[in-house]
């Protein structure tokens, strides 16, 4: 299984709305609705920002969102805030008695 | 609300095993999910080292399959790492998590375990 591709960086604005892609394959991303993204700042651990494609655990703010296109899901954050300045990861699932498939991670950056 | 911790050596000589347990509290491992442990090279990404079931049914990461063994202690609400022939290149933040859909859902804080003579 290869790792699924995310942009290395993203920045946006405070106040402003970024995107960060995650591209697999009919396999993957493409195959089911199970797509995740974690949050993690500096040695923190990961935290589920988005599950399911598009739904937001409870305590997540409105701010975080979720999609899907074809191969490629989508985590858009709106009115970036300071701390949004984190890494972002996305996996998705890859079939039964598979491990699911990471990205390679998004360092966002808020200017 | 379930919590995850690691706990384990944090310096591991070459050649040898590393051996982490996770200890589950607020959930009953034998009610079910899956259990994993993820690590972190440091400045790295995300890597898969396996997951388990309560039943013991299991599968890993091929990558290191042929290092890497989990188990499960249900009557502890415990399930452990052992990760034999270890090189520098596995040191690492470890985290276990419950997971989901072949996901992580609910991570530990993580253990840093560095392998050095």
Same mark, same amino acid.
């Given at each position: =299984?290869?790792?699924?591709?995310?942009?290395?960086?993203?920045?946006?604005?405070?106040?402003?709305?970024?995107?960060?892609?995650?591209?697999?394959?009919?396999? +993957?991303? /493409?195959?089911?609705?199970?797509?995740?993204?974690?949050?993690q700042h500096?040695?923190?651990?990961?935290?589920?920002?988005?599950?399911?494609?598009? %739904?937001?655990?409870?305590?997540?703010?409105? $701010?975080?969102? #979720?999609s899907?296109?074809?191969?490629?899901?989508?985590?858009? @954050?709106? /009115?970036?805030? &300071?701390?949004?300045?984190?890494?972002?990861?996305?996996? !998705?699932?890859?079939? &039964?008695?598979?491990?699911?498939?990471?990205?390679?991670?998004? %360092?966002?950056?808020?200017? | =609300?379930?919590?995850? =911790?690691?706990?384990?050596?944090? *310096?591991? %000589?070459?050649?040898?095993?590393?051996?982490?347990?996770?200890?589950v509290?607020?959930?009953?491992?034998?009610?079910?999910?899956?259990?994993?442990?993820? $690590? =972190?090279?440091?400045?790295?990404g *995300?890597?898969?080292i396996g997951?388990?079931?309560?039943? #013991?049914?299991?599968?890993?990461?091929?990558?290191?399959?042929?290092? &890497?063994?989990?188990? @499960?202690? &249900?009557?502890?609400?415990?399930?452990?790492?052992?990760?034999? !022939?270890?090189?520098?290149? +596995?040191?690492?933040?470890?985290?276990?998590?419950? @997971?989901?859909?072949?996901?992580?859902?609910?991570?530990?804080?993580?253990? *840093?375990?560095?392998?050095?003579?």
């Amino acid at each position: =299984q290869s790792a699924l591709t995310q942009p290395p960086s993203a920045s946006g604005s405070l106040g402003q709305s970024v995107t960060i892609s995650c591209t697999g394959s009919s396999s +993957d991303v /493409g195959g089911y609705a199970y797509v995740s993204w974690y949050q993690q700042h500096p040695g923190k651990a990961p935290k589920v920002v988005i599950y399911e494609v598009t %739904k937001r655990p409870s305590g997540v703010p409105e $701010r975080f969102s #979720g999609s899907k296109s074809g191969n490629t899901a989508s985590l858009t @954050v709106s /009115g970036l805030q &300071a701390e949004d300045e984190a890494d972002y990861y996305c996996i !998705s699932y890859a079939g &039964a008695n598979k491990l699911g498939v990471f990205g390679g991670g998004t %360092k966002l950056t808020v200017l | =609300q379930v919590q995850l =911790q690691e706990s384990g050596p944090g *310096l591991v %000589k070459p050649s040898e095993t590393l051996s982490l347990t996770c200890n589950v509290s607020g959930y009953s491992i034998s009610s079910g999910y899956y259990w994993g442990w993820i $690590r =972190q090279p440091p400045g790295k990404g *995300l890597e898969w080292i396996g997951i388990i079931y309560q039943n #013991g049914h299991s599968f890993y990461n091929p990558s290191l399959k042929s290092r &890497a063994a989990l188990s @499960v202690a &249900a009557s502890k609400n415990q399930f452990s790492l052992n990760l034999r !022939s270890v090189t520098a290149a +596995d040191t690492a933040v470890y985290f276990c998590a419950r @997971v989901a859909s072949n996901a992580p859902t609910d991570w530990g804080q993580g253990t *840093l375990v560095t392998v050095s003579s």
